[in-house]
Each structure stands twice: as C-alpha cells, then as structure tokens.
C-alpha cells in the first residue's frame, strides 16, 4: 500500500507565492517552452459584475474563484500527466498557490512510470526558475 503523504510531496509543486489567474498561463507556457511539452488545459473563474447590494449606485467588476486544469505532456517521450492548479484559499481564491499532479492512491513511488516522475521534478524545476526570473 503506497504512502499518499510521500508521493503528495512529489506531486504537488508550491509556489513562493500565490500567482494570478494570466500569470498562472504564463507559467504553463514558459514550463512548456522549457520541457519542451505541451499543455491542453481548460481555464476558467467565477465573474460577478453589477450593481452594489452593499452601497446602492455603486457598480463593481470582480473576479472570483478561478480554476485551471489539464495535461501535460513531454515532446522527448510522450511522458504525460494530468494536473490541477490549486486555488490560494488563505489569501484570495482568484489566485493560484501550486500545481499538482494526478496521485493514484494505494500506488508506492515504483508504481509510477519512472518518465512521469522526471516529468513532475522537471516542471518543478521549472516552476522554481519561473519564479526566480520574475
């Protein structure tokens, strides 16, 4: 029976800091460019725009709760995996704090494709150059 908590730390990529809604494309982009890759994702985020129902007269704009998951695949090995942007729930749920990959539970460390386990240290490594270069 494998260890969720072990294989959640491999999977699981946090950022230095929550990242907005067009930062976070701009993430998967430069994590492709680099691999090199691909991504198919689908994005989203809750819109609520109208008038106050605090301060009548008053209009407002608001982006709420986003969302941002797909696959993502290596050009070298057709290495791919499926994975999900974790919303800031601390912070502002507009923004994103970690990328995460699929977790199979009951599967050990072995039980993965040894391409799929490069491929997750490889978009971690780029995530973290990502953040060094901003």
């Known amino acids: 029976m ?3 908590r072990e294989i959640w730390k491999k999977a699981a990529i946090g950022f230095p800091e929550p990242i ?15 691999l ?5 994702y689908h994005a989203g985020y809750h819109q609520s725009v109208g008038e106050s129902l605090v301060k009548k007269g008053e209009f407002f704009n608001q982006r709420g709760t986003v ?7 290596r050009s070298d090995n057709s290495a791919f ?3 999900n942007c974790l919303i800031s729930r601390q912070e502002d749920t507009s923004n994103f704090e970690a990328l995460a990959f699929q977790v ?10 040894p391409e799929v386990l490069r491929l997750w240290d490889d978009v ?3 995530v973290g150059n990502y953040f060094k270069q901003r």
């Open 2 to 4: 494998g260890n969720i």
């Open 20 to 34: 907005g809604f067009e930062e976070t494309q701009e993430l998967i982009d430069y994590i492709c460019k680099n």
């Open 36 to 40: 090199p890759g691909r991504a198919n």
């Open 67 to 73: 969302d941002l998951a797909g696959m993502i695949t």
């Open 81 to 83: 995996d499926g994975f």
């Open 104 to 113: 199979i539970p009951g599967y050990d460390e072995s039980d993965y494709n």
């Open 124 to 126: 971690r490594r780029y």
